[in-house]
């Protein structure tokens, strides 16, 4: 089944680092667009970042120069650095299969992360 | 302050048809970016439900169907069912801003 699956979220105290993974199943990351988009509790859907097939690397204003992400064509696993965390940075995070059109047909369940001291 | 607009709700009796509106501008859906839907069941993850404007993924029913003109796009849904009751996002690209963007969701109540 063509499926991602996030892990690493968790509560943090602000100003912390966490880093989020994406494994995917039955589809090679490294040859797609991938996606995460997050969601505070009880707000809508924001875009965070995302990384094309050829590597190149695009952020979210909110989240550019704490968060970076990257991909271990290895493992098939797509990550999420978040560095410098802060209490606007809780929500549920997603990791999407991306097409070249943005469309993102593939979503895992999300893990949550929690900033608060 | 979402990129593009949604009504935060809207509501129709079973069977009926409803339609979401998504406004954008002329850096986004106006340029000819793609618009793209989204379903969001309580407590679930987002699934695609539309793609490309107006095409839908294998399994969404015929039910739901997109359009786009100009800077706005629309969501239809006909024969509105119970299970239809969720929250739907459009999304797009901004060449301004160079980013994907969403818009703010809005709340679908079967009455």
């Known amino acids: 089944e063509v499926q991602v699956v996030e892990s690493g979220g968790g509560l943090i105290q602000p100003g912390g680092s966490l880093r989020l993974s994406c494994v995917a199943s039955e589809f090679t990351v490294s040859t797609n667009y991938m996606t995460w988009v997050r969601q505070a509790p009880g707000k809508g859907l924001e875009w965070v970042s995302l990384?094309?097939?050829?590597?190149?690397?695009y952020y979210a204003d909110s989240v550019r120069g704490r968060f970076t992400i990257s991909r271990d064509d290895s493992k098939n696993t797509l990550y999420l650095q978040m560095n410098s965390l802060r209490a606007e940075d809780t929500a549920v995070y997603y990791c999407?299969?991306?097409?070249?059109?943005?469309?993102?047909?593939?979503w895992g369940k999300g893990t949550t992360v929690t900033v608060s001291s | 302050q979402s990129v593009l607009t949604q009504p935060p709700s809207v509501s129709g009796a079973p069977g009926q048809r409803v339609t979401i509106s998504c406004t954008g501008s002329?850096?986004?859906?106006?340029?000819?970016?793609?618009v793209h839907w989204y379903q969001q069941l309580p407590g679930t993850a987002p699934k695609l439900l539309i793609y490309?404007?107006?095409n839908r993924p294998s399994g969404v029913p015929d039910r739901f169907s997109g359009s786009k003109s100009g800077t706005s796009a629309s969501l239809a849904i006909t024969g509105l069912q119970a299970e239809d009751e969720a929250d739907y996002y459009c999304q797009s690209y901004d060449s301004s801003l160079s980013d994907v963007v969403f818009g703010g969701g809005t709340k679908l109540t079967v009455l």
């Open positions: 999407a299969r991306t097409s070249t059109r943005y469309y993102m047909d593939v």
């Open positions: 990384i094309s097939s050829g590597g190149r690397t």
């Open positions: 490309g404007n107006n």
């Open positions: 002329s850096s986004n859906i106006g340029a000819g970016y793609d």
